[in-house]
T-cell receptor
Framework: ETGVTQTPRHLVMGMTNKKSLKCEQHLGHNAMYWYKQSAKKPLELMFVYSLEERVENNSVPSRFSPECPNSSHLFLHLHTLQPEDSALYLC????????????FGPGTRLTVT | KQEVTQIPAALSVPEGENLVLNCSFTDSAIYNLQWFRQDPGKGLTSLLLIQSSQREQTSGRLNASLDKSSGRSTLYIAASQPGDSATYLCAALYSNYQLIWGAGTKLIIKP
């Protein structure tokens, strides 16, 4: 177990649905990250939270809405997604936002139909 | 533009061989470089992290080296086993948050 958990592990949703991805870290870290991994493409950083404050938004469309209610939990709210948003969404955490090792969760495999 | 390249994209070797995976980066001003393993359909497992001031890190049968001046890192796997089969990713940290990722090397160890 990596100490970072993600639910659900698999999600299929229609383009008009609203769903949320959840990430929880049990490592006492203060920074959390959302990444997107599409087929045959390098990982893309989406959002970074440090001490519950968003410090990075990597030009992500507004149909993705992150939320960090406390330093242990991170959500990604999804609405009106497109088929090209189908990907593996990975959550990570690190001690602080900076040159620290990032620990990853198992990911949520999202399919938009 | 900051880019990370991994060569080869895929590698198949017999069990027991020693092997080297390559990672190159265009901008040498990295904070650190991290090697990960990803099993099919799974998340990422951190293998080794090398700070910019370090030359290498070792963990069991794995050894990672870093040469900032040439923009290269290598991951050496000794006495490979079928359980080592996975995709190996390297990522270079360029700021407080921005990890630039390679596309990965898919490794198959044949029994």
């Amino acid at each position: 177990e990596t100490g970072v958990t993600q639910t659900p592990r698999h999600l299929v949703m229609g383009m008009t649905n609203k769903k949320s991805l959840k990430c929880e870290q049990h490592l006492g870290h203060n920074a959390m990250y959302w990444y997107k991994q599409s087929a045959k493409k390098p990982l893309e950083l989406m959002f970074v939270y440090s001490l519950e404050e968003r410090v990075e938004n990597n030009s992500v469309p507004s149909r993705f809405s992150p939320e960090c209610p406390n330093s242990s939990h991170l959500f990604l709210h999804l609405h009106t997604l497109q088929p090209e948003d189908s990907a593996l969404y990975l959550c990570a955490s690190s001690q602080r936002a900076g040159p620290y090792e990032q620990y990853f969760g198992p990911g949520t495999r999202l399919t938009v139909t | 533009k900051q880019e990370v390249t991994q060569i080869p994209a895929a590698l198949s070797v017999p069990e027991g061989e020693n092997l080297v995976l390559n990672c190159s980066f265009t901008d040498s001003a990295i904070y650190n470089l991290q090697w990960f393993r990803q099993d099919p359909g799974k998340g990422l497992t951190s293998l080794l992290l090398i700070q910019s001031s370090q030359r290498e890190q070792t963990s069991g049968r794995l050894n990672a080296s870093l040469d900032k001046s040439s923009g290269r890192s290598t991951l050496y796997i000794a006495a490979s086993q079928p359980g080592d089969s996975a995709t190996y990713l390297c990522a270079a940290l360029y700021s407080n948050y921005q990890l630039i990722w390679g596309a990965g090397t898919k490794l198959i160890i044949k029994p």
